[in-house]
């Protein structure tokens, strides 16, 4: 008995074109992916649902992909996967949804709608503005947004970055990220959190970590696990930063720019923290409100995974922008890997 194959409205061809054919944005995408069918084809040929692959049974047989009629209407079109395992006049039945593990495991929402806050999440469309636009309120655009979010972070924290090298200059300095103000009792307390972070001027990679102090055990350590050997750093004057060239901190090439006196070096215009603290300017842009730090280790992720594979910030062009959607989908992927 052959296995039902579900009709796609979507080739694997359209949905290679959908990215790698300029120009790529909401109203293009709205064009070519405009049907539960297509939302249901574009997760297949982007490999989020898995339709090709059976999986084995707790019984040991694979299972075949099987469609139920009665609820062919909903956003997976009714498909999963079956046992149809029969022993002894014994049969298995057990049956696994399409979806377990996966990016849609669960989704309330229609498929079109979730393409469509991803995508909104992917061009830095406010959350609220998103959740109007797309006609589902605003929590579930907060939902999905932080659950791409969750996705960057997790891809980030796996990459355990290192960057510069021989011969390249990385600034490093740390920057006081927020106060959250809550009330303790009466009174109303601000918490202050430091984030350190690094940038390699030459290969723009960067890494950003939340930090309890500012002290050198708790900063040298990261130094050195966060930046080659044999690599410039620049920093500002702070104390912490005057041991880097011993060799028990790295023995790196280490030069300070005194921020009391001049912003860049007077006698060498190359020693400056200037790149990094246009980061800074450029992170503090993107943490609007109030956040608790765990929300904010999720930002952090975001802004590395951005600036690591969306090619930076504002450099990235929309209408080329479709490859890096599916960089992330990729990303997605990995981390919903499905059943
Ligand atoms: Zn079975």
Not at 8 to 15: E, K
Not at 43 to 53: D, Q, Y
Not at 286 to 308: A, F, I, K, W
Request: overall charge neutral.
């Amino acid at each position: 008995m052959a296995d039902k194959f579900p009709q796609l409205s979507l080739t694997a061809n359209d949905v290679y074109k959908l990215f790698e054919e300029p120009p790529f944005g909401l109203i293009e995408f709205g064009r070519r992916v405009s049907t539960k069918l297509d939302a249901f084809s574009l997760a297949v040929h982007t490999g989020l649902i898995n339709i090709t692959v059976p999986p084995t049974c707790i019984c040991g047989i694979t299972m075949r992909l099987v469609q139920r009629t009665g609820k062919a209407e909903n956003a997976y079109q009714g498909f999963e996967w079956q046992c149809e395992r029969s022993l002894n006049g014994q049969r298995c039945r057990h049956a696994l949804t399409i979806t377990s593990g996966s990016f849609f495991t669960d989704v309330r929402l229609p498929w079109m709608n979730v393409w469509d806050l991803c995508l909104h999440w992917f061009f830095r469309t406010p959350v609220i503005a998103a959740g109007n636009q797309v006609g589902c309120g605003k929590d579930a655009a907060l939902d999905w947004y932080s659950f791409c979010r969750q996705v960057c972070y997790d891809v980030v924290s796996e990459m355990d970055t290192c960057i510069g090298g021989e011969g390249l200059h990385v600034e490093i300095d740390e920057t006081h990220i927020f106060k959250r103000k809550y009330h303790r009792g009466r009174q109303l307390a601000a918490e202050h959190v430091w984030v350190f972070g690094g940038i390699c001027r030459e290969s723009k990679e960067a890494f950003l970590q939340v930090v309890p102090d500012r002290t050198g055990q708790t900063l040298w350590p990261i130094i050195q696990q966060r930046i080659h050997p044999g690599t410039t750093i620049m920093t500002d004057s702070a104390r912490v930063y005057a041991s880097l060239h011993q060799a028990s901190r790295g023995g790196f090439v280490h030069y300070a720019v005194n921020h009391r006196r001049n912003f860049v070096d007077p006698n060498d215009a190359n020693i400056h923290t200037n790149t990094v603290e246009r980061q800074w300017g450029l992170l503090k842009g993107m943490l609007t409100g109030c956040m608790d730090e765990e929300r904010l280790e999720m930002y952090l992720g975001e802004y590395v995974y951005r600036r690591q594979f969306f090619q930076a910030f504002n450099t990235m062009e929309k209408r080329t922008s479709g490859k890096f959607f599916k960089i992330f989908l990729g990303h997605v992927k990995e981390m919903f890997p499905g059943i």
